[in-house]
């Protein structure tokens, strides 16, 4: 069972507003990760670390942070929020052995 | 690279026939390979996973892949759709190394009664 959390699970939100993400996961896993998703459409890889105080930007260009202070928690910030920002964000980790990667359910953000 | 190819956007089935969902997948080495299945508003849950073990690989809720490493593919089959079964479908390569997981673009599975 998989012990990943993401909050809010829905989020609508004006533009130029500062909005965090929050991921939590329970499982001590080193690696953590976003993916961002249109509905629909493809997972697209923003942001990945691999331990406290790593964090590398993915394939896909994206003008959020995060930032890993601690194993368990990876939060994504969006500094000035806008509608090119909507879309479903999530948050994974993956396992010691970095196989399999779980997810969270996700955050549904909506910019207007 | 690693790269991932999912042949159909859509695929619908009649309950009760066969599911076949298409994945070719690109790696310099060995690959993990992975299915994932989406459900509305929610995340991705793994069906099943191939680590160079058996190519044969049985995952839940009665879904199996055969990875073929001749074709390139990791093909996912079920014999018998449900309408439970209609979702959005994932794969998904790694190769043995520290990188993360590279997705494919999605299959959304419809199930007709």
């Known amino acids: 069972e998989a012990d990943i959390y993401q909050t809010p699970r829905y989020l609508v939100i004006g533009t130029g507003k500062k909005i965090t993400l929050e991921c939590s996961q329970t499982?001590?896993?080193?690696?953590m990760y976003w993916y961002q998703q249109d509905p629909g459409m493809e997972l697209h890889l923003i942001h990945y670390?691999?331990?406290?105080?790593?964090?590398e930007k993915g394939d896909l260009s994206s003008e959020s942070t995060v930032s890993r202070i601690r194993t368990e928690h990876f939060p994504l910030t969006l500094e000035s929020a806008r509608p090119s920002h909507t879309s479903q964000y999530l948050c994974?980790?993956?396992?010691?052995?970095?196989?399999?990667?779980?997810f969270g359910q996700g955050t549904r953000l909506t910019v207007v | 690279a690693q790269s991932v190819t999912q042949l159909g956007s859509h695929v619908s089935v009649s309950e009760g026939a066969l599911v076949l969902l298409r994945c070719n997948y690109s790696?310099?080495?060995?690959?993990?390979l992975f299915w994932y299945v989406q459900y509305p508003n929610q995340g991705l849950q793994l069906l099943l996973k191939?680590?160079?073990?058996?190519?044969l690989v049985k995952g839940i809720n009665g879904f199996e892949a055969e990875f073929k490493k001749s074709e390139t593919s990791f093909h996912l089959t079920k014999p018998s759709a449900h309408m439970s079964d209609a979702a959005e479908y994932f794969c998904?390569?790694?190769?043995?190394?520290?990188?993360?997981?590279?997705f494919g673009k999605g299959t959304r599975l419809s199930v007709i009664a």
């Open positions: 790696s310099s080495v060995p690959p993990y």
């Open positions: 191939y680590t160079s073990a058996a190519t």
């Open positions: 670390s691999y331990g406290v105080n790593s964090t």
């Open positions: 499982m001590g896993h080193d690696k």
């Open positions: 994974a980790s993956s396992d010691p052995r970095n196989t399999e990667a779980f």
């Open positions: 998904a390569v790694r190769n043995s190394g520290n990188t993360p997981l590279v």
